[in-house]
Structure formats: structure tokens, C-alpha cells
T-cell receptor, first 109, second 114 residues
């Protein structure tokens, strides 16, 4: 099965500091990976997907096949970035999906 | 670690039939959600449920869909008269009252409408 791992359940950084949320994946074939964000009990929202290679709200994520990682980064954290972040693989018709557990990001003033 | 359990893992149904997707949220969680993901697309929010009623639903969640918590533990999503475009992975999720560390997702039910 496709699997992603987010090793940090909680990450706390100061405003203005760089942020890196870790995500590692393990499955064969070409991965399709997403980052989702959830602000305080609101619905899950798509933040970005690796195919589009875009930057949303200052966040970027690069797929590193050598390290099997898809870490989410932002150079300067803002207080409104405080939220839950989930790394998730896309659906492959041959595999069951397993979500990452999520990382709670807290930006301290 | 507590889990959100979804059954079945894979359901194949004929177009026009009704299906019920089942979820057992974590026992002390009070907010429940259904999401779906069509192959190759992003996850879409369907509905949130709190205190035995729908608290929010998306435009996808039309009269074809309904949710129930029939016995205080199961949380079900019913799709009446399924269409081909309902084929997707359906995820149940729950969070505790205080928000805690966010969602706990089930592993999903893959629905295939033929």
C-alpha cells in the first residue's frame, strides 16, 4: 500500500522563522503527493500538489525521490500559518490509501 | 493508538443501487466528517456532523446523500441511486471536542459504480 509518514506530531516555531514540515513516502511507482491544511476545525483544504509545483501562501514542497520525501517548507512563518498539515498520497487504483497522521504547526508571536 | 475504522474497504455496486458506507469513529470524538477523492483528483469535503446533526455540507452533498449515527458508535454515509461519477475513495474522519491534534482519518472505502 502507499504510505506516508509525518514524523512530527507537533512543531512550534517563532514568527518569521523558517518552517519545514516533514513527509516521507514509501511505495513503488510514481508517487502523487499532496499537502492539505486544516485551520482550527474547519474543513480540510488542499494546499498544494507536487505535480503543479506551485507555491501557495508562501509554501513550497519538492519531491525528492532519492530521499523519498516531500517536505513542506516556508522561509518565514506567519501566525496565520498555525494549523494542522497533512501529507497524503493520491489514489492509485492498485493501492489502498493511508494518510499521514498530520503535523500541528504552531507559530509563536 | 485509536483508529477510525471504515467498512467495507472496497464496494462494487451497480448504477442506480443504494450503498451504505460505514465508519466507526474514535469513541471520545464528537466531530465527524466524510470526504471523498475521485481517482487522480484532490480530496473533496462532503459533510460534517456534530451533536447528531449535520453542521456543514458541501455542494456535492445533495439529496442523493445522507448521513446517520444510528447507534451512537457507527457513522454512516448513504448514497441513494448511485451514479458512475460517485466512484471514488470515501474517507471518514473524526476529531475530539477540543480539537487536539486534528483529524483522525479512516483508511477509506473505495466505491466502484459499474
Amino acid at each position: 500500500a502507499q504510505r506516508v509518514t509525518q514524523p512530527e506530531k507537533l512543531l512550534s516555531v517563532f514568527k518569521g522563522a523558517p518552517v519545514e514540515l516533514k513527509c516521507n513516502y514509501s511505495y513503488s511507482g510514481s508517487p502523487e503527493l499532496f499537502w492539505y491544511v486544516q485551520y482550527s476545525r474547519q474543513r480540510l483544504q488542499l494546499l498544494l500538489r507536487h505535480i503543479s509545483r506551485e507555491s501557495i501562501k508562501g509554501f513550497t514542497a519538492d519531491l525528492n525521490k532519492g530521499e523519498t520525501s516531500f517536505h513542506l517548507k516556508k522561509p518565514f512563518a506567519q501566525e496565520e500559518d498555525s494549523a494542522m498539515y497533512y501529507c497524503a498520497p493520491g489514489i492509485d487504483s492498485n493501492y489502498q490509501l493511508i494518510w499521514g497522521a498530520g503535523t500541528k504547526l504552531i507559530i509563536k508571536p | 493508538e485509536p483508529e477510525v475504522t471504515q467498512t467495507p474497504s472496497h464496494q462494487v455496486t451497480q448504477m442506480g443501487q443504494e450503498v451504505i458506507l460505514r465508519c466507526v469513529p474514535i469513541s471520545n470524538h464528537l466531530y465527524f466528517y466524510w470526504y471523498r477523492q475521485i481517482l487522480g483528483q484532490k480530496v473533496e469535503f462532503l459533510v460534517s456532523f456534530y451533536n447528531n446533526e449535520i453542521s456543514e455540507k458541501s455542494e456535492i452533498f445533495d439529496d442523493q446523500f445522507s448521513v446517520e449515527r444510528p447507534d451512537g458508535s457507527n457513522f454512516t454515509l448513504k448514497i441513494r441511486s448511485t451514479k458512475l461519477e460517485d466512484s471514488a475513495m470515501y474517507f471518514c474522519a473524526s476529531i475530539p471536542t477540543g480539537g487536539g491534534l486534528g483529524y483522525t482519518f479512516g483508511s477509506g472505502t473505495r466505491l466502484t459504480v459499474v
